[in-house]
């Protein structure tokens, strides 16, 4: 029996998962959390992978991959039995703390950051900011990860004032190294990251070796609108969809489906997904293969479970933006609370072709929820998302969705407060469809 996607218990439920998620170490530890509560185990990738079926994930730093085999098991299906595969990315754009970023400018202490993907520059200004990430610690069995997530304002990108540039209604320039360094403190004499990080970790500085740690706006996430339709936020690109994959993977376990259920996220799509973790690697299909192996198949086995897989690819996707309608293809609207977006573009920077967007929308009918459709202007570049390259990786049809929002990239952006539900009711349908 499929869960039901109350629009209430899923839009909180986003909120709560967003604001407990500030980098993607954390996005994949709240994942990991849902999904261990709802019986999967952990399976570590350097251990041999089970045999007997069962519901596990495994975690590949600020990436994780999760699967339910014990329907596939169950109906005798073999081991050349495809998968239904969701993937989605923890990443979003934001500002990265430097390896030396300690200095002092003009009586201010200063903390030297980069810029980290596309991220829209203005958003970031006189915001309070916090830190959070992962630090490399030296220790006695050898060298650990740890993470931390400081819940208080610590940092400010201060704009400057309207009397000392005119022109700013006009335009407003940013330079990247110049302009974006935050302030953390009033002295002549630096501040010592190394030693904050050790005592949010738990160590001696001596023994912090590393850090990925980045900035977030500590500003909790809420709802929005006169009748609270909306949902402000951070990183609703894309932790809404990897919400709402891995609430669709919980819905779908044990449903007996022909494939298996698989959900993946990624780090990195922000930058391109060339990393050991991205979507260019090997974690996806690495994984795949293993399970094949796994379930006593051979590797042409493999590759017949490819060649009956179908992978959903979500990333977050454009409403219509009411100030500037001129900036969409006038015949294809999306509108906020709309329903899921399928994603296309004859250029292939979304991979859906008919077979991909054939399976989607039959998941969105039997989910009984609405589905858009989603082009950009013939005379605008397009984005991209992690679908081509899955696609080209694994020879898989794919197809490329997204749910409604606007603001993406900024420093806090805007979904619909109904559409989580909707969005968690069609993955959960595409993971286990009906015969």
């Not at 409604?404 to 349908?429: F, I, N, Q, W």
Request: glycine share 10%.
């Amino acid at each position: 029996m499929a869960h039901s996607f109350d629009t209430e218990t899923e839009a909180q439920g986003l909120i709560d998962f967003v604001d407990a998620a500030p980098t993607p170490f954390h996005a994949c530890e709240q994942a990991a959390a849902r999904l261990r509560e709802a019986g999967f185990s952990e399976v570590a990738e350097t251990e041999p992978f089970p045999t007997e079926a069962g519901a596990h994930f495994l975690l590949r730093g600020g990436s994780l991959i999760a699967w339910d085999n014990r329907g596939a098991y169950a109906a005798g299906l073999g081991p050349a039995a495809g998968f239904r595969i969701v993937g989605a990315h923890t990443d979003s754009p934001n500002l990265r703390i430097k390896p030396r970023p300690d200095h002092v400018r003009v009586g201010w202490q200063l903390l030297g950051v980069e810029p980290y993907g596309g991220l829209l520059l203005n958003s970031w200004l006189d915001r309070d900011l916090g830190l959070a990430g992962r630090v490399a610690v030296r220790g006695a069995g050898g060298v650990s990860s740890r993470l931390f997530h400081d819940p208080r304002s610590l940092l400010r990108v201060p704009q400057l004032a309207i009397h000392l540039d005119r022109s700013v209604h006009e335009k407003l320039e940013l330079n990247k190294q110049a302009h974006l360094e935050p302030v953390w403190g009033v002295g002549d004499v630096p501040n010592d990251f190394r030693a904050y990080v050790a005592d949010q970790v738990g160590a001696e500085p001596g023994d912090v070796l590393g850090w990925d740690v980045m900035t977030y706006p500590t500003e909790p996430s809420g709802r929005l609108g006169l009748r609270r339709e909306l949902v402000a936020a951070p990183r609703l690109d894309n932790l809404a969809t990897s919400y709402a994959a891995v609430r669709a993977l919980v819905d779908a376990a044990g449903r007996d489906p022909e494939r298996v259920p698989v959900v993946v996220l990624f780090d990195h799509e922000e930058i391109g997904s060339t990393s050991e973790r991205g979507a260019m690697s090997t974690l996806l299909p690495s994984v795949l293969e293993r399970l094949v192996l796994a379930a006593g198949g051979s590797r042409d086995d493999y590759w017949r479970a490819l060649a009956a897989t179908v992978i959903a690819s979500g990333d977050m996707a454009h409403a219509t933006h009411p100030n500037y309608v001129d900036r969409h293809e006038p015949e294809h609207q999306i509108a906020i609370n709309g329903g899921p977006v399928l994603k296309i573009n004859t250029n292939l920077r979304y991979a859906t072709d008919s077979r991909g967007e054939a399976a989607f929308r039959l998941a969105c009918e039997q989910a009984a929820v609405p589905v858009q459709t989603f082009v950009t202007r013939s005379d605008l570049p397009c984005g991209s998302t992690v679908g081509p390259m899955t696609a080209a990786l694994t020879g898989a049809t794919t197809v490329d969705f997204g749910a409604p929002m606007l603001s993406m990239h900024s420093a806090r952006e805007l979904c619909g407060a109904e559409d989580p539900a909707m969005y968690a009711a069609a993955l959960a349908a595409f993971l286990a469809p009906a015969d």
